[in-house]
């Protein structure tokens, strides 16, 4: 390229984030931005072409996909996820809220930017239009796991790949509780307690072979609320039973029951577990989320860590008094719709009757309330169900 000093021309300016190159006609004419030459592009190495492309946003490449027919195959290829995750920073995380007003679509809370997203993310196409969004059961490491009622079987999807898998029911009928789906470094699995008649039983399935296996049930009583999933620590899923209340695990590798040996903390009117880490520590520690009182009435709500090599639970916390009487009141005493669960540093904790969550920074050890969706009608119904939704865009299906 000659030299365009000599004739009053500036400089050549280049923005990497943008394939634009701006140049100026004359030294008194304003600069006007002019499409890159695709000839530049098309003489490109394809390995660095991609390694261009690696340092965009997702969202940003998303758009440039109906593009070109190389560019959507270029998202799923290896060397690209492998760059790519190493050159950028991932989604954001999202609070994703299932209600039967909100027909065929998640509304979704940004905790990263604390706002409500005006774009709702859609349910997966394989549903049929009969289904509602309440049969969104398990949200874990950007999948989504639905039931299908009509075709006795589970949808397990990536709504942001657009991927899906449908898996059959293991046996019919198939009387399901207690639902979890729970990631691993190999893909995912879900837990399933299925109980009848004569009996109880453990049903789990393995996405590395897509196949159930069944083991014994656990002959107490889990906890009857069946808002409530099982929660992961340390390679089990976590429950509670009902008074007198206790607290047992499920070893997702072994296929065995066992209790816990922590003794819970006494006067409790209802308890609820949560699992997850702390920004910066990778150790996850598992909380209690606990009512104190009498009579089943709940005076106080605490929260307790499990320490000393899982043989005591701590009390790290409590509901500031005017925060619990609002929350007792929206919950009637009626326990049974509390549920708990980990979102990015916060412990959430919910009542499938509330719009609104109560929620923990354990960081700041400070309490807050969620706002209520504004899509919702001013006279809504129950059947608030609330997930920790953190996209992934190469969790497999």
């Given amino acids: 390229m000659k030299d365009q000093r000599n004739r009053g021309d500036s400089p050549l300016q280049y923005s990497p984030a943008k394939p634009i190159i701006t140049t100026t006609t004359s030294a008194q004419s304003p600069a006007t931005p002019s499409d890159m030459d695709p000839g530049i592009w098309s003489q490109l190495p394809e390995e660095l072409l991609e390694l261009v492309l690696s340092f965009l946003p997702l969202k940003a490449f998303f758009n440039l996909r109906s593009t070109c027919k190389s560019f959507g195959s270029l998202l799923f290829s290896p060397p690209f996820v492998s760059k790519h995750s190493s050159s950028s920073p991932s989604f954001s995380s999202f609070l994703l809220l299932s209600h039967p007003h909100c027909h065929r679509h998640f509304p979704l809370y940004d905790s990263a930017l604390n706002t409500w997203r005006k774009l709702a993310l859609p349910s997966p196409a394989p549903l049929p239009s009969s289904v509602a969004p309440a049969s969104l059961l398990s949200v874990s490491n950007g999948l989504l796991c639905f039931s299908n009622p009509a075709s006795s079987s589970f949808l397990v999807s990536n709504l942001l790949a657009k991927t899906s898998r449908e898996i059959k029911f293991p046996s019919y009928p198939f009387p399901f509780e207690l639902l979890s789906l729970v990631s691993t470094p190999f893909g995912y699995k879900i837990f399933a307690l299925c109980s009848r008649s004569s009996s109880n039983a453990t049903h789990l399935y393995d996405s590395r072979n897509h196949s159930w296996t069944e083991s014994d049930g656990f002959d107490p009583i889990l906890n009857d609320n069946h808002h409530q999933e099982g929660v992961c620590f340390n390679g089990s899923l976590y429950f509670t039973t009902t008074e007198p209340f206790s607290v047992v695990c499920f070893d997702l590798e072994r296929g065995l029951w066992r209790r816990s040996e922590a003794e819970l903390p006494g006067e409790l009117t209802f308890v609820r577990l949560v699992s997850g880490s702390e920004e910066g520590n990778h150790d996850q520690a598992l909380y209690l989320v606990g009512g104190m009182g009498s009579n089943g009435i709940t005076r106080s709500v605490k929260v307790w860590e499990l320490r000393n090599e899982e043989r005591e639970w701590v009390e790290i916390n409590r509901v500031p008094e005017l925060m619990c009487r609002k929350f007792t009141s929206v919950c009637y005493h009626n326990y ?53 939704f953190v996209p992934e865009l190469y969790a497999l299906v």
């Fill in 336 to 388: 049974q719709h509390v549920y708990c669960f980990w979102h990015q540093g916060m412990i959430c904790v919910c009542c499938y009757t509330w719009p609104e969550i109560l929620f923990f920074k354990s960081s700041r050890r400070t309490w807050h309330w969620l706002p209520k969706c504004p899509s919702l009608p001013e006279k809504w119904s129950c059947g608030f169900k609330w997930f920790s």
